[in-house]
């Protein structure tokens, strides 16, 4: 059972922007802890996005922004491409006993 | 570059064990600690467990505490994940992924282990 809630579906035409949410409680990232973004392209294994909460890897185009928030955090996708059609994860670290690191239910974003 | 590499795809029988392993190249070994996530068709992901490669130490999800064990070879630069008891909702595709702070990066190319009668 994921801990941290995302939107399950977002859409946009080209070179629009989108934004993912991703939702936690006091535990994870109330309680300070990074927020980090995975990407999964269809049939393929996740990739890291964004890390410590706004900081893209060597590689990420960036069209590709994160912010948080108090308990929660977010993704932004600017001028949106075809390419960009895949599934985002959020996670985080949480200090509960039922788990120590914790991924977000996903968000499918279709280009139209 | 830093490259994980997993075993083949599995099926087994419920109640049977898996084990699939995760060889590790591109950087050294026992300086990260590893992590198996597991996806089921269609569904998000989970986090199972992590493993110091240094020392062996491991910490287990609540969920798979008495079912999963992990392991590692230095020697082989390999990381190992076993979960026993299968059952039908134990199909998924199974991932290694380095653990860089509180991240996952990168990741294996995963592993399929279907649970089938």
Known sequence: QSVLTQPPSVSGAPGQRVTISCTGSSSNIGAGYDVHWYQQLPGTAPKLLIYGNSNRPSGVPDRFSGSKSGTSASLAITGLQAEDEADYYCQSYDSSLSGYYVFGTGTKVTVL | ?117
């Open chain 2, 1 to 117: 570059q830093v490259q994980l590499v997993q075993s083949g795809a599995e099926v087994k029988k419920p109640g049977a064990s898996v084990k699939v392993s995760c060889k590790a190249s591109g950087y050294t070994f026992t300086s990260y600690y590893m992590h198996w996530v597991r996806q089921a068709p269609g569904q998000g992901l989970e986090w199972m467990g992590i493993i110091n490669p240094s020392g062996g130490s491991t910490s287990y999800a609540q969920k798979f505490q008495g079912r999963v064990t992990m392991t590692r070879d230095t020697s082989t630069s390999t990381v190992y994940m076993e979960l026993s008891s299968l059952r039908s909702e134990d199909t998924a595709v199974y991932y290694c992924a380095r653990g860089v702070v509180e991240r996952f990066d990168p990741w294996g190319q995963g592993t399929l282990v279907t649970v089938s009668s």
